[in-house]
């Protein structure tokens, strides 16, 4: 069986744009033929959001061929379903961010390794991750 992972959006991003801020074990996933990479629509919402507002400038060249990135990348991906919103908003985790939550609850659903920097999932039980 083939392992799934689903790339937080700065995994996204750095695996994309700047491959050497990734650790070890991040990047030895990414770059593995083996298992199966995962990018959620909410991190096309995200970026789109933040470059917007000025606070990612580095995505405006991710968001110039998004889904043609995200094939370079051999991943697929996947759509936010009612499910995925419905476990989204309703997660016992005192955590506010939308995006963040989105893609645990994906994730939490879905079985698959959160490939994630951020600590702030750690606090959150049933998920698994890899940095």
Known sequence: MTSTFLLDTHALIWALTEPDRLSDGAREVIESPRVQLVVSAVSAWEIATKARRGRMPEAEVVLAAYSR???????????????????????????HDPFDRMLAAQAILEGWTLVTRDRAFSRLTGLETLW
């Not at 990135?69 to 955590?95: C, F, K, M, N, Y």
């Open 69 to 95: 990135h995200i094939r370079r990348l051999r991943a697929q991906e996947v759509p936010i379903t009612t499910e995925h919103a419905l476990v989204s908003g309703g997660l016992d985790w005192d955590h």
